[in-house]
Nanobody, 124 residues
Framework: QVQLVESGGGLVQAGGSLRLSCAASGRTFSRYVMGWFRQAPGKEREFVAAINWSGGSTYYRDSVKGRFTISRDNAKATAYLQMNSLKPEDTAVYYC?????????????????WGQGTQVTVSS
């Protein structure tokens, strides 16, 4: 069992940056694949980025490649999502998710644990 708590969301102008954090409870954080998802109003939740247990493999949805960077610090049991060059279409509630796995997954049904979400609003 792991509990996830996101932080770092807020209001930012287009072109700005934010860094989201996802703090995990427990002592087995390094066993978890970590993912970031987002849900905009009136839309389904979608995959944003994922990272394997070591941080050596990362995956992104096409629309955030080159702008977002996922990372993790296993010693701090925390995953991060650095978001640069933000656009109004990035506005959403961002969720982190985790599952015990070696393989990396990009669909929400594959994740077992979820945070409560943090709001990111990008103004034009």
């Amino acid at each position: 069992q792991v509990q996830l708590v996101e932080s770092g969301g807020g209001l930012v102008q287009a072109g700005g940056s934010l860094r989201l954090s996802c703090a995990a409870s427990g002592r087995t954080f390094s066993r978890y694949v970590m993912g970031w998802f987002r849900q905009a109003p009136g839309k389904e939740r979608e995959f944003v980025a994922a990272i394997n247990w070591s941080g050596g493999s990362t995956y992104y949805r096409d629309s955030v490649k080159g702008r977002f960077t996922i990372s993790r610090d296993n010693a701090k049991a925390t995953a991060y999502l650095q978001m640069n060059s933000l656009k109004p279409e990035d506005t959403a509630v961002y969720y982190c998710a985790a599952r015990t796995s070696v393989a990396v997954f990009t669909t929400q049904d594959d994740y077992d644990y979820w945070g409560q979400g943090t709001q990111v609003t990008v103004s034009s």
